[in-house]
């Protein structure tokens, strides 16, 4: 093993430890200001352009509550099934770390907004497992460190390190489930799918971009093990900032085989946090939690308690929209499909996409040939998400109504689909300007023709003497001469008309 | 023309209103004044010659257009260091800040500014306002113009320094547990710190967020209240700010002047006089007593008995605060910067080496004890102790608030000691604020004005409380007794203070 590091394999793991998985998520609220002051949030802007006095922490700078974050959290609370507090407040984190400007966060500790809920997790067979969570609460990001002159990006070699705080300040929200247990050997399916669902929910609940490649979404996994299920918990490990699906799967699925390696060995799991690796698949350990930092939390004295006024509360539950479960299901019963293709649908991230492709005119069995087919090919090359690919539903839309009228084949539309894909323009401007619209005039068929029975004479008799069997043959050769533009059914018509006259 | 710098804010507007005399002879004679007395009394950190003469000129020229001005305009005005001034060094009496040029105005400072008040500069304070005597200062000490080898109170001992010297008409001083009121004591003027919530605390560097209150320091309650009137009201940038206008407080002065206090109750708090305070300091107080009760004031007596423990719960809250908020001081974004003598360069070692150089030992004290009392194992016996203490005292307000519409009491227990008497000891120096801190605790207003001269012929002090929100009783009672002690003593009590220029025409 490259990194030295001991494991046991995972099956051999499972059957003899119960893991126990807890996961903190947290998300930035595609709010338009931040979470305490005036400063417009930005993405990938210059740095150190989007702050105020406030957000830079200078002295004599106060916070004050953002308005439409408190309405988010309370949305994302209640979507959670969770309890919204009568009251609430914020408290300050303590430590020092130059991405937080005044060396404190503003978090809620004690009291936070919403807790005591649960979320249904749909795995990939359809077995539906449930979450529960134990709080949700609202806090302000950090700043962003770059560590230059090192060669591994961390602070450890470098040279220098510079700080961004167009981040800092920023609303995020914070879930913390509850131990989840009873997940046995699905318990890293469990972790992504519940990644995977709230990603979703937040989308759908409109509080956030929930991108995970932009670091919208990050997860800290918790995973310890126990001998049984009776077993009392074991001591868990915190793997940091974990930025997408795939690796919420393969962090857990480490831990649990490094864990149970450390236990066969006689060995105590350390309680600390642990760092993953994308590129070798693994975690390193970080800072150890026993000799952990006192944040000296108390109430934050610059602001005042927010009490949610309950009817403002129902309002905003009246409003929530259909989440994405109850609209799987509505959709799976509109569309049609096997309950393993929706799965894949959901599994792609395709739900929306479909939803508006056939919107925009497709039919539901098409919409999802284009984006679970091709289009998926694509995106798996170019290694990106689906709904990140250069093309619209609404493309789509109009590519399979050219396919419908007759006007491109299926072989011609994975041309024009193409030229989308490469910024061409709309499907009908890549038809024009690629020149590949089928040939449906009669005349220039009848010349490819005849050309190919003139140029296949055995072939030609064949077919006269009633055997039809090499007429793919001449169609082939028709497709060829008019570079696959014919209507290949045309054609086959035209060539019996043609050894029959 | 009269020397202008002796008269009232009010008095000068007045003059300035019917073109007698303009903003910028106003304002040059103030800063001839502190040319002639600044190097006895220090009172100032930096002056803002050029921009206070530009505003002064400016106020001229639109007032010579016809336009509408504020009241206060071409008053000149000096701000404590504590207050942010876009442009202008904020130095908080810290070497931590030395040098740091704030980008932005506090909320106040807009104030002022809009209604063309000419800023003469930053006065001097006790580090972070961190003290009662302006001798924690970085950047030495503020001498009292009553006697220059005394303290002029603190934190805010450079805003009534100023004051009392006529070096300014008007100042801006914070009050956390006393800043304002006491230094007013002690150098004979008039300080009030209003309701918290009251003015807005945006812009003015923390000290504890839940106590710090900005305030006027002026020479009479007429003119507390008309700047209060103009750095008051709701700012939606401090969420802590009251919803409430600031209004009414000239009227309550105005009001008040006329002498009649027919059916004001005022209460006397039995747990702040007797033992510890000054013979002298007691005489003034039960005179000022007598010239209410001759006003048609009932003077009943009260009991807050958990004002006992104000002195232990505040040196537990306001450390805690203080450490969180003193913690932006890392080196790292503004102000001092000192890398470690010798070792390797890191954040930590940074920040350690710009906090042990930057902060003085006062500031370092307190931060220690807040990080102490706010550190697991430890937060609930003390900061949860202190803020249960916190609500008790809040309580013996509303009940002593049933029985009287104002409470009295001497406002510090003694006059001003001498310079270097206390430095040594902290315990003693926090007690010269015994009397004070109740209020920031409980977050109702108070005000101090001269009651006269005690034994040792140095200003004594007389404190009024309010309730919350109830700040235009403090206008009105004040105005009353400063009337009826300026009759007795035949002029304002800082006209017996020395001359400091040698001999200057009165």
Known sequence: MSTGVDLVDYDDAIARFDPVIGIEVHVELGTRTKMFDGAEQTFGEEPNTH????????????????????????????????QIAASCRFARKNYFYPDVPKNFQTSQYDEPIAH?????????????????????????????????????????????????????????VEIVTRPITGAGARAPEVARAYVQTLRDMFRAL??????????????????SLRPTPESALGTRTETKNVNSFRSVERSVRYEISRQAAVLDAGGTVVQETRHWHEDTGSTTSGRVKSDAEDYRYFPEPDLVPIVPDPAWVEEIRATLPELPAARRRRLLAEWGFADAEMRDVVNAGAVELIEATVAAGATPAAARKW????????????????????????????????????????????QVLEGVLAGEGDPEQVVVARGLEVVSDD?????????????????????????LGPVGAIIGAVMKATRGQADAGRVRELVLERVQA | MSDLTRLSAAALAEQLRTREVTSVEATQAHLDRMAAVEPAVHAYLHVAADSALATAADVDARRAAGEDLHALA?????????????????????????????????????????????????????????????????????????????????????????????????????????????PAAVTGTVGVKPTYGSVSRYGLVALASSLDQAGPCTRTVLDAALLHELIGGHDPRDATSLPDPATGYVDAARAGATGDLTG???????????????????????????????????????????FTYALAAYYLILPAEASSNLAKFDGMRFGLRV?????????????AATRGQGFGDEVKRRIILGTYALSAGYYDAYYGSAQKVRTLIQRDFAAAFEAADVLVSPTAPTTAFRLGEKLDDPLAMYLNDVATIPANLAGVPGMSLPSGLSDDGLPAGFQILAPAREDARLYRVGAALEALLETSWDGPLLGRAPELDGGAAR
Not at chain 1, 56 to 65: D, S
Not at chain 2, 89 to 116: F, H, M, N
Not at chain 2, 339 to 351: D, K, L, N, Q, Y
């Open chain 2, 264 to 306: 004001v109750r005022v209460g006397v708090v039995r747990e702040l006089q007797g033992e510890g305070y000054q013979p002298g300091v007691l005489a003034r107080f039960e005179e000022s007593l007598e010239l209410l009760r001759g006003a048609g004031a009932e003077i009943v007596e009260v009991s807050c008995p958990h």
């Open chain 2, 339 to 351: 890398e470690p003598s010798e070792g390797p360069v890191t954040a930590e070692r940074v920040m």
């Open chain 2, 74 to 182: 071409g008053v000149p005005i000096a701000v404590k260091d504590v207050v942010v001034t876009r442009g202008v060094p904020t130095t908080v009496g810290s070497k931590i800040l030395e040098g740091w040029v704030p980008p932005y105005d506090a909320t106040l400072v807009e104030k002022i500014k809009a209604a063309g008040l000419p800023i003469l500069g930053k006065t001097n304070m006790d580090e972070f306002a961190m003290g009662s005597s302006t001798e924690h200062s970085a950047y030495g000490n503020t001498h009292n113009p009553w006697d220059l080898e005394r303290i002029p109170g603190g934190s805010g001992g450079g805003s009534a320094a100023a004051v009392a010297a006529y070096e300014a008409p008007l100042a801006i001083g914070t009050d956390t547990g006393g800043s304002i009121r006491q």
């Open chain 1, 206 to 223: 409109g509080v956030s971009e929930a991108r995970m490649e932009r670091g919208n979404v990050r997860a800290d996994v918790n995973v």
């Open chain 1, 116 to 172: 005591d809920g649960w979320v249904d997790v749909e795995l990939e067979d359809g077995t539906v497992f449930r979450v529960e969570v134990e709080r949700a609460h609202m806090e302000e990001d950090a700043g962003k460190n770059t560590h230059v002159g090192g060669s591994t990006g961390r602070i450890h070699g470098a040279e220098y390190s510079l700080v961004d705080y167009n981040r800092a300040g920023v609303p995020l």
């Open chain 1, 371 to 414: 984006w679970m087919g091709e289009l998926a090919r694509t995106a798996k090359q170019q290694e990106v998400e689906l709904a990140d690919l250069p093309i619209t539903p609404a493309q789509i839309g109009a590519l399979q109504q050219l396919v419908d009228a007759g006007r491109i084949n299926d072989k011609l539309a994975r």
């Open chain 1, 51 to 82: 702050v105020t006095p406030v957000s830079l922490g200078l002295p004599g700078a106060l916070p004050a509550v953002n308005g439409t974050a408190v309405e988010y959290a309370i949305r994302i609370g209640l979507a959670l099934n969770c």
């Open chain 1, 443 to 467: 005349g220039p068929l009848l010349e490819a023709i005849d050309a190919a029975l003139a140029a296949q004479p055995d072939v030609a008799d064949k077919i006269r003497s009633g055997n």
